[in-house]
């Protein structure tokens, strides 16, 4: 059983060593330049998680934390983004998880965006109702290198 709750600055605890897995750095590419830099990942998301302006909320399967989602505003978007731990890939849990988030998620459009080699995420995205719109050419951290990201929208 999938639940969401407001993410704790306990949580961001087991979430930063999620994001810390070489896999999914790899996987999510656009990540922080030193994933492993603690300092750094508790200082942007403990101003994340005390902002009522983005809604962050933790992902437990069974009461284990498993993820998070979140929204929140870039660019004039509203955008979301998820982290599912690796060892819990490939159980529909990243989609579940954001198709219950997103239900709560008053403001539309909302757009998702995903390294173009991420084919898990790229159908997280489209059983979630969201719709390839574009791509767009970034540079990700995680591969030091420029590459393209496909633009999802859900209006």
Do not use: H
């Not at 979430?15 to 750095?25: H, Y």
């Not at 660019?75 to 990243?94: C, K, L, P």
Request: aromatic content about 12%.
């Amino acid at each position: 059983m999938i639940t969401l709750t407001k993410t704790t600055l306990e949580d961001l605890k087991t979430l930063f060593v999620f994001q810390t897995k070489k896999d999914g750095i790899i996987m999510a590419a656009f990540t922080s330049e030193n994933p492993n830099d603690k300092e750094a990942y508790f200082k942007k998301w403990t101003q994340i998680v005390g902002n009522p302006k983005i809604d962050m909320k933790t992902i437990r399967q069974n009461n284990t934390i498993v993820g998070s989602v979140v929204c929140f505003e870039m660019m004039n978007e509203t955008n979301v983004s998820y982290w599912i731990d690796q060892q819990f890939w490939g159980n529909g849990i990243a989609t579940n998880a954001l198709k219950e988030f997103i239900k709560t998620a008053t403001k539309r459009p909302l757009f998702g965006r995903v390294a173009f080699d991420n084919v898990g995420s790229q159908k997280v995205l489209e059983k979630s109702g969201f719709k390839s719109i574009g791509t767009e050419i970034g540079f990700a951290n995680a591969r030091k290198k420029e590459i393209t990201e496909f633009v999802y929208r859900l209006d």
